[in-house]
């Protein structure tokens, strides 16, 4: 069931604007879930966490996608004191080379903390980069799912995708 005082949170924040957008996979859409507005409002950024808090379980690590999930995820760690990891797209070229930033240990267990889910490639990167670091992943939160196929894709490859809100929910009665 929809979380409905984030959507309204959502909503009020104008996170969800309509017209015509280029997506990240290259596909096009009548509406847009702007995440860098809702990440940087300090009302949807506390709502989100503790929306995230709710649903974790006891699962004791957190991980988040370099760049949009990053205040996420660090938002969701301070309000429940559990520890977090950065993954990158990429390892670094400079530096440590890491792609993940962070401490992560062989086994532990960690929950992916994303922002916007439409095909699910970029969350079902960030955990084979976290499986092959050791990590054991089945599980990503997202904040919406745009319904577009990473549910499918991800359980695919024995992850389960939650989201705090569908497309169908933020958008019911707005187009």
Not at 1 to 18: G, K, P, S
Not at 120 to 128: F, I, N, Q, W, Y
Not at 137 to 148: I, K
Request: glycine fraction near 8%.
């Amino acid at each position: 069931m929809a979380d409905q005082e984030l959507i309204d949170a959502l909503r009020d924040a104008e996170a969800v604007r309509f017209g015509e957008f280029e997506l990240s996979h290259g596909g096009t859409s009548e509406y847009y879930v702007d995440k860098y507005v809702f990440e940087t409002n300090p009302d949807c950024l506390e709502r989100v966490a503790a929306a995230f808090g709710d649903r974790l379980g006891d699962v004791p690590r957190l991980a988040g996608v370099a760049l949009g999930a990053v205040p996420l995820v660090a938002a969701t760690a301070v309000e429940t004191g559990r520890p977090y990891v950065i993954v990158r797209k990429q390892a670094k070229e400079y530096g440590t080379g890491n792609r993940i930033e962070g401490d992560l240990e062989d086994g532990d267990e960690v929950v992916v903390l994303e922002d916007i889910a439409t095909t699910g490639r970029s969350a079902l990167d960030a955990v084979e980069a976290l499986r092959e670091a050791g990590a054991v992943v089945d599980r990503v939160l997202v904040v919406v799912d745009r319904e577009e196929g990473a549910r499918e894709l991800l359980a695919d490859h024995d992850v389960a995708l939650e989201s705090l809100v569908t497309a169908s929910e933020l958008l019911d009665d707005r187009v």
